[in-house]
């Protein structure tokens, strides 16, 4: 058999029926994660035709996107103060019973977001194919699966038949040597791979992250890498998995255990790339020389060295609008400009090292007059360690609003939002327009720098507060 690539492999192992020129081939899928968003129109449509889910035991469901964050309303003291929230909670709730699927409910100690959860209980494993209607289910791709978002009709298709429909993608090499510097986080890494190859740069490709700077990141840092993979247009991003993968895999939940647990990981050392294989694109990082980075505009492509000044482009009209809804100027210092929100959580930064990195430059500090600082854990099982810690403490000593688990601010359907006009420098993945509110502006950042900027009130270097 011909040299492979890691995507190769998962995709051949899970292909049920060929591509042809004609057709899309048809994919085994191994885990479908479900939310409280995507999923009601799917229902719906399995009531219409009569039928189940196929695999219950292979699909997951939790709240996340529209649950609240505040505590009362979580654990029902007072009602959900966003009408459309509280609908799609209790629509998930007896989808969830009528159809037999798993379901980590407002009050469940395992819930959380859905990209968070999952690899927590070890219900994300090296080889998998992975689908959640969410774009940035490229964030199981850390551990060597194959994963990535798909459409409410394509949720249906997987109750109905655990199968999806596929084009296959081509395969892109990101390979990253080097090491980061103190204070240069995964987050700012993946800021600079974007930046670097657009977010069109991976469009109809499969991203595979490669080179010591990748082997050397910890499994949190992986996911943030993986999750953002979308944001180049990928379909997805991939990391072979290695001791680090099994020694974050080993003892979880749902990961295997005992005799099985020693036949998965021989059957996971063999997912990588055969040193022969090639890729259809490539592109070489070095991580050594980067900064912190932060984004200026509204795709998280316009994206600068935290230092530098926002570029000068002409005669470009996507720039000039970018620009005009985020009240910048070409030429303009990032450092300095005042900011009203911070905001740390979500699927790319709200893990538990997340927590630690911001923690480690707000402890003794307090949170700048006029700023509100909101950090929200990615689950409820960051937010007990956070707590048993002392890092929730530390954030609430510097004025910080801690809260139950969910996407929060990433994006503004839960309550959780930022006013208009405002500037909001936050740790997700998505600065578009009106993301976190109507009119809202957001500067994206690593917790870090969120940390640093919360504290000085201004957009600030984090390496001074080191
Ligand atoms: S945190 Fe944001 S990007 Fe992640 S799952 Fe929630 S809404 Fe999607």
Request: hydrophobic residues 40%; glycine residues 10%; charged residues 20%.
């Amino acid at each position: 058999m011909s040299a492979r690539t890691l995507f190769d492999k998962v995709w051949t192992a899970h292909e049920v029926v060929l591509e042809t020129a004609d057709t899309p081939a048809v994919l085994y899928i191994d885990l479908h994660l479900i939310h409280e968003v995507t999923s009601p129109q799917a229902f719906s449509v399995l009531k219409s035709l009569d039928l189940r889910v196929r695999r219950p035991d292979r699909t997951l469901a939790t709240m996340d996107h529209s649950t609240p964050t505040v505590t009362e309303q979580v654990f029902g003291k007072i009602p959900i103060k966003v009408d459309a929230a509280a609908k799609q909670v209790r629509q998930l709730e007896s989808n969830a019973a009528e159809f037999g699927v798993e379901l980590f409910d407002m009050r469940d100690a395992r819930r959380g977001i859905v990209h968070v959860i999952s690899p927590e209980l070890g219900c994300t494993q090296p080889g998998m194919t992975i689908v959640c209607g969410d774009s940035h289910t490229s964030t199981h791709g850390a551990f060597g699966a194959l994963a990535f978002g798909i459409g409410t009709t394509e949720v249906g298709h997987v109750f109905a038949t655990q199968c999806l429909l596929q084009r296959k993608p081509k395969t892109f090499a990101v390979n990253v040597e080097g090491e980061l510097q103190p204070g240069v986080t995964a987050k700012d890494l993946i800021l600079h791979i974007i930046g670097r190859i657009g977010v069109s740069g991976g469009t109809g490709h499969v991203l595979e992250y490669r080179g010591s700077t990748i082997r050397a990141l910890s499994m949190d840092e992986r996911m943030t890498i993986c999750n953002m993979s979308i944001e180049a247009g990928a379909r997805a991003g991939m990391i072979a998995p290695d001791e680090t993968t099994f020694e974050y895999l080993k003892g979880k939940p749902r990961a295997p255990h005992g005799a099985e647990w020693d036949a998965a990981v021989a059957r996971w050392r063999a997912l990588c790339t055969d040193p022969d294989a090639t890729f259809d694109a490539s592109v070489d990082i070095d991580a050594s020389t980067l900064e912190p980075m932060i984004t200026y505009g509204t795709n998280p492509g316009m994206v600068m060295p935290l230092g530098g000044t926002i570029p000068r482009v002409s005669d470009n009209a996507v720039y000039d609008k970018a620009l005009g809804y985020m009240g910048f100027h070409g030429g303009e210092a990032m450092l300095g400009k005042p900011v009203d929100v911070v905001f740390i959580g979500s699927c790319t930064n709200g893990r538990l090292e997340d927590l630690q990195a911001a923690a480690s430059i707000l402890k003794g500090r307090k949170v700048a007059a006029g700023v509100k600082l909101l950090i929200v854990p990615g689950s409820q099982q960051v937010k007990r360690d956070a707590e048993s810690l002392g890092l929730a403490q530390i954030f609430k000593d510097a004025g910080a609003d801690w809260r139950e688990s969910g996407c929060s601010m990433c994006l503004g359907m839960n309550g959780d939002t930022v006013g208009t006009g405002q500037y909001s420098v936050s740790t997700s993945n998505r600065n578009f327009e009106g993301r976190q509110g109507v009119g809202a502006r957001t500067l994206l950042v690593s917790p870090m720098t969120a940390a640093a900027t919360a504290v000085q009130g201004k957009i600030a270097d984090p390496r001074e507060l080191l």
